[in-house]
């Protein structure tokens, strides 16, 4: 048992920390050996399986992340930008393997990250389940058959808690409609529209945002041609999708050599 990976969750309070610390414990694949929270957070000092309503587990909540992370082969890490920089920084010093489910990264961030996987093993993306990852595929192919005739519109909704928009798995999917059209997504992206907008571009990627209730993620990508529409359609219903997809970049990760990897290269897709 002593010699499976050990795993660190970051943000374990969160709605992916929660499942996260379920999923790796119950795995029987990887060691839970570390939780961290932000500095201040109720939970930190605590015994995580007690702070989830359960029996002790003898995992000690920390705001020190690097105190956790010299304990780990892994660190998983669903966050917030910002968090997640810091966090590279730190899993590089520790040898781990940075398994990033964030989203709502600015450049700036992508920088940063990129930086770190100069030293380490950074698996990144905007959604870990396998079937958003086979939609990225199915996006992209898609997008090369079909001519600028048909518009590109990515529309995806969320719970009412979600910070950022796009969805990080909407960008992943318009990226994919850019690549398979061969044209840069930057220089093509369309959202946030209101008022007198004037006509839609030529070749524009379109993307909407809905956010309410509790609703887990759900993407579509919509292919609009004369007369006719292509959808392609992602629902998730369980956030297990996500933690099994981040467990797995975990264990796919040791002996990896440096460098920044995504979902596609876990899946094999
Ligand atoms: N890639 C994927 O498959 C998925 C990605 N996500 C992304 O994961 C992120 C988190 O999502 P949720 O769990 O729904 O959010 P959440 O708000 O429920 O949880 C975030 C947790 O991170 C903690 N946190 C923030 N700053 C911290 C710091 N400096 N140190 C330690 N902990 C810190 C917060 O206290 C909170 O407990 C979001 O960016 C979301 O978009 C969510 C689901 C799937
Ligand atoms: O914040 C969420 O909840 C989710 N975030 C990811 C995203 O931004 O796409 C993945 C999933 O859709 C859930």
Redo the contacts with the bound molecule.
């Keep these: 048992m002593t010699d499976l990976p050990g795993v660190v969750i ?8 929660r ?1 996260l610390a379920a999923m790796v414990a119950a795995s029987g694949k990887a060691r839970l050996v570390g939780a ?4 201040g ?1 109720g939970w930190v000092g605590q015994d995580l399986g007690a702070a989830l309503g359960g029996a002790a587990n003898g995992v000690i909540v920390t ?1 020190d ?1 690097l105190e956790a992370f010299a304990t780990a082969q892994a660190v998983i890490d ?6 997640t920089v ?2 590279a920084a730190l899993a590089a010093q520790a040898r781990a393997v940075h398994v ?5 990264f600015e450049p700036a961030h992508l920088a940063a990250l990129k930086a770190a996987a100069r030293h380490a093993v950074i698996v990144r ?5 396998l079937g ?1 990852n086979l939609l990225v595929q199915l996006t992209k192919r898609v997008a090369a058959a079909l001519d600028a005739d048909w518009d590109v519109e990515v529309v995806e909704a ?2 009412r ?4 928009a796009p ?3 909407a960008l992943m999917l318009g990226q994919a409609a850019a690549e398979g059209r061969g044209v840069d997504l930057a220089q093509n992206r369309e959202a946030g529209r209101d008022g007198l907008t004037g006509a839609r571009a030529r070749g524009a990627i379109g993307f909407s945002s809905i956010r309410g209730g509790d609703i887990v ?1 759900e993407h579509d990508v919509i292919f609009a041609g004369e007369g006719e529409r292509v959808i392609l359609r992602h629902v998730a219903t369980d ?1 297990a ?2 933690a099994r ?2 467990l797995r970049a975990a264990l796919w990760g040791q002996g990896q050599k440096p460098g920044e990897y995504d979902m596609l290269d876990v899946l094999g897709l």
């Design positions: 970051t943000g374990v309070s969160g709605r992916m920390g499942m961290v929270e932000r500095a957070h705001d992340p669903f966050t917030a930008p910002a968090a810091e966090f990033i489910g964030t989203t709502g993306a905007g959604n870990m389940s958003v969320h719970h808690m979600k910070v950022d969805s990080g798995t993620g956030r999708i996500f997809g981040a």
